[in-house]
């Protein structure tokens, strides 16, 4: 059985026992998520498809926020003197699919 998931502007297929690093959600770690928006269920006989989303909710463990690695972000102009160099990490939130209702 698998579903496919909507948070944080980007979609997931995910199944149970699977773990995914989402965009940063304000749970603790070991708090429980409910995500509700759910495009497609789908097990071994059936499948749903949502217009746009389906009566179904996938549950799941917080199990660490954390940092992405570094992206350097350099800016340069030639025969200008102009050179900038910025440094990105993007926080994230490592779930584990618990279950799908």
């Known amino acids: 059985m698998f579903a ?3 948070t944080g502007g980007k979609q ?3 199944k149970p026992g699977d773990k995914i690093k989402i965009e940063k959600l ?3 770690e070991g708090d429980s998520v409910v995500f509700s928006e759910v495009l497609l269920v789908s097990d071994d006989k059936k499948t749903e498809i ?3 989303t389906v009566k179904a909710e996938v549950e799941a463990k917080v199990l660490k926020q954390g940092k992405a690695d570094k992206v350097i972000i ?3 102009k030639s ?3 102009y050179s900038r160099k910025i440094g990105h990490r993007q926080p994230y939130t490592e779930v584990e699919i618990t279950s799908i209702k």
């Open 4 to 6: 496919v998931i909507k």
């Open 12 to 14: 997931y297929i995910v």
């Open 26 to 28: 304000e749970n603790k």
């Open 50 to 52: 949502g217009t746009p």
């Open 74 to 76: 350099f800016k340069y």
């Open 79 to 81: 025969k200008k003197r």
